[in-house]
Each structure stands twice: as structure tokens, then as C-alpha cells.
């Protein structure tokens, strides 16, 4: 069946370092990909969406590339805040069965001072 | 921000009893979800609508969960016999679309 897979559970970095958070999938049809992010306490917030093949989208200093060749959709940042702290969700909508979002497990990302 | 509104925030109930949440989408949005996210984060789809029709929903929600979204009313998901494995957090998310989803805050059951 269709899936998304987000190896990382936990990423701990410090503030100013580079991150890139791991999203692959497994679609029968072609997906639209999605990154949501969860603070603690609060409801999950759309964070990036994809794009065509091969096209980079950014959304708040965070950014990804919809690579269909190699199914991926890797979330990046150059210089992670503090308040970046969250849980960070892959999820793809696949366009053949057009009613639900199927999520990742979730990657917990921490950054210390 | 996303403008969906769900009520209550927290819910305790015993088990078998009913358990009765609701959602606001956002306006205009004509396309309502239904996930359950549980204590290790794992979403679950449980049904969603277009309208007021049902779209898709899963096993677990035809047999134990009733849910509704009739128009110029609040959609609705309600457990009619609670069970301890029911306590999670519940999110109501619309869309315009079905693609771009936006989830409201979440009901947090708590079955003891």
C-alpha cells in the first residue's frame, strides 16, 4: 500500500547548524508532498508543499525538492532557531485516491542553545 | 493561521460512554477531515466529507464512531461507546481543495 516513510525519530542539533529531516514515499499514483509541523500542544501547521519534479519550495527559511526520481521530499534548513523545536510530519496526498493525506511517523526535531 | 475551530479542547469520559466533539472548518471550505492522532503521534484517518457527503471513511468509524456534517451546523464526531484505546487527540482538518488541509487544535479525549 501507499506509505511515507521518515527515518529520523529524533534529531537533536544546536541552534545555527543545518538540518535536513528524511521523507521518501511509495505512491501508487503521483502525490502532492507535504510538510507539517507541530508545536507542542498545538495543532499541526502546513509548512512547505511540493511542487513539480525537481522544483525547490520554501516557506520560512525552511525548504525541500520533490525528487520523484529517488521519491523523496527531504526537509532542509540552513540555520535551525530555537524556536524551530516541534514535530515535523511528511505526508503525501495521493492524486488517485483523492481523499486523504497519509502521514509519516513524525520526526521530533530539538535544538539546544 | 488556520481558522478551524474544534470544542472542547479536553474531554473525559468513562468507558462506554458517548464521546461528542465538534469542528468549524474554515469558511468556504467545503471539505472536512477527521484524523485521530494517538500518544506516539501516529495520525489515523478516520472519515472525511465533502459537504455534507461522506468521502472515504474507515472500518472503525462505521461501526463504533458516528460523525456528520449538515449544513449551517458544526460538523460533528461522536464515539457512541468509549474505550480506553479511544484516547488521543482528535483533529478536524478542511480544505478547499482535499489537498491543502488545515487542522484546528484538537479535541484531547481522555477515556478512563
Known amino acids: 500500500g501507499d506509505s511515507v516513510t521518515q527515518t529520523e525519530g529524533l534529531v537533536t542539533l544546536t541552534k545555527g547548524l543545518p538540518v535536513m529531516l528524511n521523507c521518501t514515499y511509495q505512491t501508487t499514483y503521483s502525490p502532492f508532498l507535504f510538510w507539517y509541523v507541530q508545536h507542542l500542544n498545538e495543532a499541526p501547521k502546513l509548512l512547505l508543499k511540493?511542487?513539480?519534479d525537481n522544483k525547490r519550495t520554501e516557506h520560512q527559511g525552511f525548504y525541500a525538492t520533490l525528487h520523484k526520481s529517488s521519491s523523496s521530499f527531504h526537509l532542509q534548513k540552513s540555520s535551525v532557531q530555537l524556536s524551530d523545536s516541534a514535530l515535523y510530519f511528511c505526508?503525501?496526498?495521493?492524486?488517485?485516491?483523492?481523499?486523504?493525506?497519509?502521514w509519516g511517523l513524525g520526526t521530533s526535531l530539538v535544538v539546544n542553545p | 493561521n488556520s481558522k478551524v475551530i474544534q470544542t472542547p479542547r479536553y474531554l473525559v469520559k468513562g468507558q462506554g460512554q458517548k464521546a461528542k466533539m465538534r469542528c468549524i472548518p474554515e469558511k468556504g471550505h467545503p471539505v472536512v477531515f477527521w484524523y485521530q492522532q494517538n500518544k506516539n503521534n501516529e495520525f489515523k484517518f478516520l472519515i472525511n466529507?465533502?459537504?455534507?457527503?461522506?468521502?472515504?471513511q474507515i472500518d472503525m468509524t462505521e461501526k463504533r464512531f458516528s460523525a456528520e456534517c449538515p449544513s449551517n451546523s458544526p460538523c460533528s464526531l461522536e464515539i457512541q461507546s468509549s474505550e480506553a484505546g479511544d484516547s488521543a487527540l482528535y483533529l478536524c482538518?478542511?480544505?478547499?481543495?482535499?489537498?491543502?488541509?488545515?487542522f484546528g487544535p484538537g479535541t484531547r479525549l481522555t477515556v478512563l
Open positions: 505526508a503525501s496526498f495521493n492524486v488517485g485516491d483523492n481523499s486523504k493525506l497519509i
Open positions: 482538518a478542511s480544505s478547499w481543495d482535499r489537498w491543502e488541509q488545515y
Open positions: 466529507f465533502q459537504n455534507q457527503e461522506v468521502l472515504q
Open positions: 511540493s511542487s513539480t
